[in-house]
């Protein structure tokens, strides 16, 4: 039997979304919902912000789009320079989705490392229970089996190390030794596959869908792009889903001291508005490509689009005028910390982490020795469906599914929310997480 995923919520039970404002959702039938996550972590500014609104009408009102490969545009040149200040990276190539971005890095790498002469460097390292989309090679990135058992025989084969994962350490490994264990690991992996064949290594800083916003250990990112560095493979963190800001700072690998040669953003980059992602890479790897090709090889009809990008814009000068990381950085830890509080009476929470807006509660059967909850269980499908029946869109993630990680419910709440609003959604977590775990008890 597959296991109920998130995902089990048959759509003729889905309530039919009627309008949204700030951080609530209404449907058809005039319930509301605060949105605890913005679906998967979308939503920076709320919902139905009439100033993005504005913005968006005023450019379809222009010209709708203008074909990136043609014509240049203000939301493509504003969007462009608050990225490069943002990351202090040099290029980027737009997409529509996350997905499309990881795609980018991807062909990014390779041809960087194919326009220097290096053609042999082919090969991929990514991480066990990590997530990079839905597209072919993002699915082969993704260390996430149950999502690609199906497609297995056609997925490019990708090398594999552990999780960055404090609460489950490798056996044998103290938390002390766990930066120098992955460090090695990922060091031993690179040899296996050959380094003269390896072209880059992607990680999420705070794992997303498939962890449950799980920071890696303090000094886990340096130590890894030092390895890297040494064999000449490429650092491309994902920050689909743990970047732009929502860590409280724009990028969440900038907190990790570290500077990726790619970075994969979209999600809180447009805030859900309109469909904008990016790959976003240095100022060597653009020289390289400029010099072998004229450019990197990829893009796509709707890259740049230029009423997305003026959707981007207007969230990103929303961000920035109203000081909202500055916001996270100062609300999201004791946000933290309460929440951790207040599900201390559930024995099965396990685990309470995450950075700035992006939380994650791992709930456990045992929490003596951490073992998940049965799979046929489906926890986490049930957390979503008592927290629709409560008025909280929460993100249920991860699962059991390989029996080494429970089930996570992730918080990701608008970076404008109030406290008001912010307890609202902890209220209800912690009743919706109540009558889950002594439910399953
Ligand atoms: N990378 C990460 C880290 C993600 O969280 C996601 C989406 N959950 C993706 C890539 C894929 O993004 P999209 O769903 O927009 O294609």
């Not at 960087?112 to 990514?126: E, L, Q, S, W």
């Not at 100022?283 to 490509?289: D, G, L, T």
């Not at 869109?393 to 599914?401: L, V």
């Amino acid at each position: 039997m597959p296991r109920p995923s998130a995902n089990d919520i048959t759509q003729d039970r889905l309530p039919k979304i009627s309008h949204g404002r700030g951080v609530y959702l209404w449907d058809v039938e005039g319930r509301q919902y605060v949105d605890g996550s913005g679906g998967p972590a979308v939503f920076s500014i709320g919902h139905g912000d009439p100033r993005v609104n504005a913005a968006v009408a005023a450019q379809m009102e222009k010209v709708a789009y203008g074909y990136r490969y043609l014509f240049s545009s203000d939301p493509l040149e504003e969007m462009s320079d608050m990225l490069r200040r943002s990351t202090g990276l040099a290029e980027m190539v737009y997409t529509t989705s996350g997905s499309e971005a990881v795609e980018s890095a991807v062909k990014i790498a390779l041809q960087y490392h194919y326009d220097r002469g290096d053609p042999a460097r082919v090969k991929f390292i990514a991480r066990k229970r990590s997530w990079h989309g839905n597209t072919l090679m993002a699915t082969a990135l993704s260390g996430f089996e149950e999502r690609q058992r199906a497609f297995a025989g056609a997925l490019p084969v990708v090398g594999r190390v552990s999780a960055a994962n404090a609460y489950r350490l490798p056996e044998g490994v103290s938390r002390e030794g766990l930066v120098a264990h992955l460090a090695a690991e990922l060091e031993a992996e690179i040899l296996r596959l050959g380094p003269e064949t390896v072209a880059g290594f992607i990680f999420e800083p705070v794992v997303g869908a498939a962890g449950g916003a799980l920071p890696a250990p303090e000094g886990y990112a340096k130590a890894v792009a030092e390895v890297c560095r040494r064999h000449g493979v490429l650092v491309i963190c994902d920050e689909v889903m743990c970047g732009s800001g929502r860590t409280g700072v724009w990028r969440a690998s900038e907190e990790d001291g570290i500077t990726a040669d790619i970075i994969t953003v979209a999600k809180s980059l447009s805030g859900g508005y309109l469909p904008l992602g990016a790959a976003i890479y240095s100022r060597e790897i653009a020289e390289v490509m400029a010099a072998g090709h004229g450019g990197p090889l990829t893009g796509h009809t709707y890259t740049g689009h230029t009423a997305c990008l003026a959707a981007g814009v207007a969230v990103q000068k929303i961000v920035a005028e109203e000081g909202l990381l500055a916001r996270i950085r100062d609300k999201g830890p004791r946000w933290q910390a309460e929440l951790r509080a207040r599900l201390g009476h559930l024995p099965q929470v396990g685990d309470v982490r995450g950075r700035g807006y992006f939380i994650g509660v791992e709930v456990v059967a045992d929490p003596a020795t951490k073992a998940p909850f049965e799979a046929s269980l489906g926890v986490n499908g049930r957390i979503r469906a008592e927290g629709l029946r409560r008025g909280l869109i929460c993100y249920p993630s991860g699962g059991n599914a390989d029996g080494v990680a429970g089930d996570t419910v992730i918080l990701a709440p608008p970076f404008n929310a109030t406290d008001g609003e912010l307890d609202e959604i902890a209220d209800k977590l912690v009743a919706t997480l109540e009558t889950v775990l002594n439910g399953v008890a």
